[in-house]
């Protein structure tokens, strides 16, 4: 979701995992049928593991982190399609991730069934802006205090600001929730969309910068190295252009992974 707050699986399974041609990326479930993909890059030869133009393959400085925060990502159907989406990166980094497609009027049961899980701390990543769910609206260290008995979970609507709002609105089982606003004074590094403003995060960087306040350091530099490496790679892949001298992030990734 392009905020404060812009993969793949089987509603709780590990992003890495694919589903078959003409079936949701998230649950397996067949989709309705999609104009082909025409756009530019749509005949760029891609790696399978990382979904980059294989020129700039991103799978050499995936590092995995550890974290007591997890993240959800309720993810709207046209992101998956994507390649820009960073979503994707969270599950690459942080391996609890778990992704379901929002569908208006049917739920991920899956989902429902994390949501009545006790052992979980759910907290909507969303803007306070409005009055009518000001009630709900907690600090950080609200995960930080639910982190001593429960597992804090960082629920993220990945989707355009659009789509998020609609997701936030449309969607019954999140009413009861407490919402977690994003406040940081940090301004977005994406460069493969153009932000509303440069205040608004992509969806990788609201979960690496909100993992950072919940005390996920180290996760929280993995996932921000790893966005960045993602960012550069994508960047020069559009302009057919080879990165040649490894940049920051990537020495330091490759640090981790050695």
């Given amino acids: 979701m392009m905020s404060p707050s812009d993969e793949l699986g089987a509603g709780s399974s590990p992003v890495e995992s694919l589903s078959a041609p003409g079936r949701d990326p998230a649950t397996g479930h067949p989709r309705p049928a999609r104009r082909e993909f025409k756009a530019r890059g749509a005949f760029v030869t891609r790696c399978e593991g990382c979904n980059l133009p294989e ?129 940081t004074e940090r301004l977005t590094r994406y460069r493969l969309r153009k932000p509303a403003s440069p205040a608004h995060l992509c969806t990788a960087e609201v979960a690496a910068e909100l993992l950072r306040q919940a005390g996920e350091g180290s996760a929280a530099d993995i996932l921000d190295d790893y966005f960045d490496v993602f960012n550069e790679s994508y960047a020069a892949s559009r302009g057919y252009e080879k990165i040649g001298e490894p940049t920051p992030a990537m020495h330091r990734l490759l640090e981790r992974r050695a």
């Fill in 55 to 183: 020129l700039n393959c991103l799978c050499p400085y995936q590092v995995k982190a550890e974290s007591q925060v997890q993240v959800w990502l309720i993810t709207h159907p046209l992101e998956h399609h994507k390649p820009t989406n960073t979503g994707r990166l969270i599950g690459d980094v942080l391996a609890p991730t778990r992704v379901f497609t929002w569908y208006r009027t049917t739920p991920d049961p899956e989902l429902l069934d994390l949501l009545a899980d006790e052992r979980h701390a759910p907290f909507v990543v969303f803007p306070d802006d409005q009055p009518d769910y000001a009630h709900r609206v907690v600090n950080i260290e609200a995960v930080r205090s639910a982190a001593v008995t429960r597992i804090p979970v960082l629920i993220l609507l990945d989707g355009t600001w659009r789509q998020a709002r609609r997701i936030f609105r449309k969607s019954p089982y999140l009413e009861n929730l407490p919402v977690l606003p994003l406040h």
